[in-house]
């Protein structure tokens, strides 16, 4: 009985430490650069789309938006994951930006200490989306292609690769996630 009271006030505790507000980037509020935008509707004026390398040697992988989950874009298409399943398509928005500033970088600040701080993440992380929580954009690798997926706390990166989600564990520590190092007013 004791051991499900600890677990419970556990729960709570981290349910209320991952509710708190703190200054994360999010595209939806920027005012002065373009942040998600309808993909068929982007023009060169809107800025330039936020690259995560290759699919394959001629394919870029761009950071997009489908189902208000960060994806990957690759080959005209949009690929989310959610629930163990890959989900695509051709309408979709992309994350355009005409500032420098967006760099992919680690989850936290320093080298990763085994089991420290599951559920942190920069205080400059870019939230791609949500799932009745914020998600956050991340990066990583399946085989040689680069992927692009949401960052849950406490869990990983999850993404979407040939009809399935995966996941790169915290624990691993191998995914990194967009940050804003941008000073002023976006």
Known sequence: MRKNLIANIFVLATTIACAKATAYSNPHNWLYDTGWKLN??????????????????????????????????????CYVALRGKEYGSPVFNSLLTKFDGLAWASRLHGPYKKGALPDQIRSNAVIGGSEG???????????????????????????????REYLLRVSEDNFSVLIDNYSGQR
């Not at 290759?54 to 690759?74: A, E, F, I, R, W």
Request: aromatic share 12%; with cysteine; net charge positive.
């Open 40 to 77: 068929i509707q982007a023009e060169i004026k809107d800025g330039s789309k936020v690259g995560a390398d290759y699919h394959d040697s001629s394919s870029p992988v761009y950071v997009c938006q489908y189902m208000n989950l960060p994806g990957k874009h690759v080959n005209g298409m």
């Open 133 to 163: 929580f914020d998600v956050y954009i991340c990066k990583g690798m399946h085989g040689p292609h680069s992927v692009v997926g949401k960052f849950v706390r406490g869990h990983g990166c999850y993404y979407g690769h040939r009809g």
